[in-house]
């Protein structure tokens, strides 16, 4: 098991510029989640999706946020324009969702972004 | 609203002794599940025990262990027999039965001294 994927590990980029975070989530799991890690704010989710479909995206700071889950294998979190303040690390977790159990979230590895 | 409370920001340990990580958390639902997630330097983060609130039993998982109190809304992690690989930040989170998401603590920075 490969665990879950995410691409790139680091990222920088100037202010103003597209920015475009990847996820592979682990195949045969059917709940993907963006989280957010800042030392002001800690953990943070910001979207999630329920086979492919988003659920919840109330903790996307604004409309320059966006996330797409166009099949089971692939996500992606979009910036656009990114700013300074965007600055952090950036989490994908997938998880086997089970009604009424308490499955596990695997979290990938990270993106840290730095907009400078 | 659900809230995490880790307040414990530091904590420290000789290797081979035992720690307790605080947590508190704050619902007004009678089921739920708590976990106790690990951030090594490498930023990965990793589940490293789970309780299930209808459970009075508390959870071990080798030298990791809970204390759970319900009524207190309280879910400690205590180390024991420390490793210089437990260095890390420790996050205590919670997510209803029905729910998805994962509400974080603020995270408790623990180190190690050999």
């Known amino acids: 098991d490969a665990g879950v994927i995410q691409s790139p590990r680091h990222e920088v980029t100037e202010m103003g510029q597209e920015v475009t975070l990847r996820c592979k989530p682990i195949s045969g799991h059917n709940s993907l989640f963006w989280y957010r890690q800042t030392m002001m704010r800690g ?73 400078t | 609203a659900q809230t995490v409370t ?11 002794e035992t720690v307790t990580l605080s947590c508190t958390y704050d619902t007004s639902e009678s089921d739920y599940y708590l976990f106790w997630y690990k951030q090594p330097p490498s930023r990965q983060m990793i589940l490293v025990i789970r309780q299930e609130a209808y459970k009075q039993q508390n959870a071990t998982e080798n030298r990791f262990s809970v204390n759970f109190q319900k009524a207190a809304k309280s879910f400690s992690l205590k ?11 420790y996050f205590c989170a919670y997510r209803e039965t029905s729910g998805s998401r994962l509400t974080f603590g603020e995270g408790t920075q623990l180190t190690v001294n050999p």
Do not use: H, W
Request: glycine fraction near 4%; charge should be negative; hydrophobic fraction near 35%.
């Open chain 1, 43 to 115: 953990l943070e989710l910001l979207i999630y999706f329920n086979n492919n479909v988003p659920i919840d995206d109330s903790g996307m700071p604004e409309d320059r946020f966006s996330a797409k889950m166009p099949n089971a294998s692939f996500s992606t979190l979009k910036i656009q324009p990114s700013e300074p303040r965007d600055s952090a690390v950036y989490f994908c977790a997938s998880s086997l969702r089970v009604p009424r159990t308490p499955y596990e979230q695997y979290f990938g590895p990270g993106t840290r972004l730095t907009v």
């Open chain 2, 6 to 16: 880790q307040s414990q920001p530091e904590m420290s340990v000789q290797e081979a």
């Open chain 2, 79 to 89: 180390i024991s027999d420390s490793q210089l690989g437990d260095a890390a930040m």
